[in-house]
Nanobody
Framework: QVQLVESGGRLVQAGDSLTVSCAAS????????MAWFRQAPGKERDFVAA???????NYRDSVKDRFTISRDNAKTTLYLQMNSLKPEDTAVYYC??????????????????WGQGTQVTVSS
């Protein structure tokens, strides 16, 4: 049984840094795609960042210079390092994974596996 478990979300102040994690079990995604999405109240779930295959990364424009996606050598844990956080970054952050190298990595329906989410709240 595949499980993705996010952790690390909490209340922070604008300008702070925070790292959220996603621990994967039950399947390896070492050659596939892992990603972060986020969903603010009343809004759709949006793509944040993805890491594919041997380590190709992609980001949404609004986080490109502030967030860094990475995974550990065993490729069982996904991280999202978030710097210079803004109130508009407030959302539930979800981990997504697929065993394939996805072309449509920014589309949520492309992914087979999802975590339950972790809340990140940025106060002004």
């Amino acid at each position: 049984q595949v499980q993705l478990v996010e952790s690390g979300g909490r209340l922070v102040q604008a300008g702070d840094s925070l790292t959220v994690s996603c621990a994967a079990s039950g399947r390896t995604f070492s050659s596939g795609t892992m990603a972060w999405f986020r969903q603010a109240p009343g809004k759709e779930r949006d793509f944040v960042a993805a890491i594919r295959g041997l380590g190709l990364t992609n980001y949404r424009d609004s986080v490109k210079d502030r967030f860094t996606i990475s995974r550990d050598n065993a490729k069982t844990t996904l991280y999202l390092q978030m710097n210079s956080l803004k109130p508009e970054d407030t959302a539930v952050y979800y981990c997504a994974a697929d065993t394939r190298v996805l072309f449509r990595y920014s589309v949520s329906s492309s992914y087979d596996y999802w975590g339950q989410g972790t809340q990140v709240t940025v106060s002004s």
